[in-house]
């Protein structure tokens, strides 16, 4: 109990000394997040790497997508880490809905050194997995129910190619990192980027999995995902 209250509070520092580097509104964070999972999931779909192959190859058959660009990751010993991203989930018609605002936090603790920033694509292959998500607000992986797997470009090393699991994790970046896992990190819901960028408090469940909410803005991110 005591090193999970530890944990809370290191990622909860290292969150926010991130945050305060350039502050900005709640408007202009949405945006710049938006536009940053853009070109994060251009560039992932784009990539050279063998490994991505896979990517290209499961994107099409995913229900649902997060998509968390620049990650923030750093430690010595005790490591951090943590980002703002968006969930997106396919509607009745197929088509890629609006976006929802999420941060991912984690940490752990064990010998681990180094410092990066990469970004991080996970595909949902079932609406099971994007409304679990969304209804627990908790750690990924097997505290949802659901298994899971990540398979990385230069930083993120293959852990499983599980075709079959539920939520399977994608990355790419910068720099040099070794130990803790996305399983045990938590994806926690935006209100605040969510009623900047719709102008109203609403859920994350209206927004992706009922659809009462539209923002034009996030046009050019859908007709990204539409189109591939």
């Known amino acids: 109990m005591r090193a999970r209250f530890i944990m809370i509070v290191l990622v909860a520092s290292f969150v926010s000394g991130c945050a305060s580097v350039q502050p900005m509104s709640a408007n202009q964070r949405a945006a710049q997040v938006l536009g940053a999972a853009q070109v994060a999931f251009v560039n992932m779909h784009k990539a ?6 896979d990517f290209r190859a499961l994107f ?10 620049g990650l923030l990751k750093g430690g010595f010993i005790v490591a951090a ?6 969930l997106l989930a396919k509607n ?4 890629w809905g609006n976006p929802a605002y999420y941060f991912l936090a984690a ?27 969304i209804a627990h607000q908790g750690k990924l992986g ?17 852990t499983t190619t599980n075709i079959g699991a539920d939520i399977m994790a994608f990355s ?3 720099g040099a990192f070794a130990g803790g896992s996305l399983e045990a990190a938590a994806l926690i819901k935006r209100n605040d980027l969510n009623e900047a960028f719709y102008g109203r408090p609403i859920t994350p469940e209206e927004i992706v999995l009922q659809g009462q909410a539209q923002n034009g803005a996030a046009d050019g991110l859908r007709a990204t995902l539409n189109g591939q």
Request: hydrophobic share 50%; glycine share 18%; proline share 4%.
């Open 92 to 95: 009745a018609a197929g088509q």
């Open 60 to 69: 099409p058959k995913a229900q649902g997508v997060v998509i968390l660009p």
């Open 81 to 86: 880490e943590g980002g703002n991203g968006v």
């Open 172 to 174: 790419q970046g910068m």
């Open 107 to 133: 940490g752990s603790v064990g010998f681990q050194i180094g410092a990066q920033a990469t970004d991080v694509v996970l595909l949902l292959f079932s609406q099971k997995a994007v409304a679990s998500i």
């Open 142 to 158: 097997a505290d949802l129910g659901l298994t899971f797997g990540t398979i990385g470009a230069g930083v993120e090393a293959s």
């Open 48 to 53: 050279p790497e063998v490994v991505m192959n």
